[in-house]
């Protein structure tokens, strides 16, 4: 099993752009979150899935949407990138009541 | 709101030391709490995860407690070794809140050879 992957490792936008981080597990876990993680913030939860097709908030989902079609993927994306979403990025998967895996993380720059 | 602590923020040891890393939380209705570990620039790892109902678990030098009445977790490190040197964070999972994972800070640890 690749367990959590992300893509892209690292990435730099200008205020006001737009992308998608990618995430996707091959362990079929119902569950699938993405957190940001910030020096004195710890991590925190953005949004979460429990399953195909369910999605919810977290601690601070402003600026950032995810969607849920398959059980493996769970993208992130940035509607309009702004210096404060610069930030390291993990997308993690679990089953319930289970260890929850991390992926390797995304270093995002917003300039 | 639930939230968890992490004491000390950070902490350095001789090799060879035994030492405590602790974790509380202020809402005991969770369903479990895990211990991970972070390197530089990395993911996390998973250490250990104590279901709400169990009292300890262990791997290896490694041992992490939980009371929940109390809202306290702690880990505990044998024979530490400079490899151990990492962030330590402790996450607890809400009740009731699907996969919601809270962190605490995270305590800072330091080996010196």
């Known amino acids: 099993n690749a367990g959590v992957t992300q893509t892209p490792k690292f990435q730099v936008l200008k205020t006001g752009q737009s992308m998608t981080l990618q995430c996707a597990q091959d362990?079929?876990?119902?569950?699938m979150s993405w957190y940001r993680q910030d020096p004195g913030m710890g991590l925190r939860l953005i949004h979460y899935s429990v399953g195909a097709g369910i999605t919810d908030q977290g601690e601070v989902p402003n600026g950032y949407n995810v969607s849920r079609s398959t059980t493996e993927d769970f993208p992130l994306r940035l509607l309009s990138a702004a210096p404060s979403q610069t930030s390291v990025y993990f997308c993690a998967s679990q089953r319930e009541r289970d260890t929850q895996y991390f992926g390797p993380g995304t270093r995002l720059t917003v300039l | 709101k639930q939230e968890v602590t992490q004491i000390p923020a950070a902490l350095s040891v001789p090799e060879g030391e035994n030492l405590v890393l602790n974790c509380s939380f202020t809402?005991?209705?969770?369903?479990?709490l895990q211990w991970f570990r972070q390197d530089p620039g990395k993911g996390l790892t998973s250490l250990l995860l104590?279901?709400?109902?169990?009292r300890e678990q262990t791997s290896g030098r490694l041992n992490a407690s939980l009371d929940k009445s109390s809202g306290r977790s702690t880990l505990y490190i044998a024979a530490s070794q400079p490899g151990d040197s990492a962030t330590y964070l402790c996450?607890?999972?809400?009740?009731?809140?699907?996969?919601?994972?809270?962190f605490g800070q995270g305590t800072e640890l330091s080996v010196k050879p």
């Open positions: 996450a607890v999972r809400p009740r009731d809140q699907g996969g919601k994972l809270i």
């Open positions: 809402d005991s209705a969770i369903y479990n």
């Open positions: 362990m079929n876990h119902e569950y």
């Open positions: 104590i279901q709400s109902s169990q």
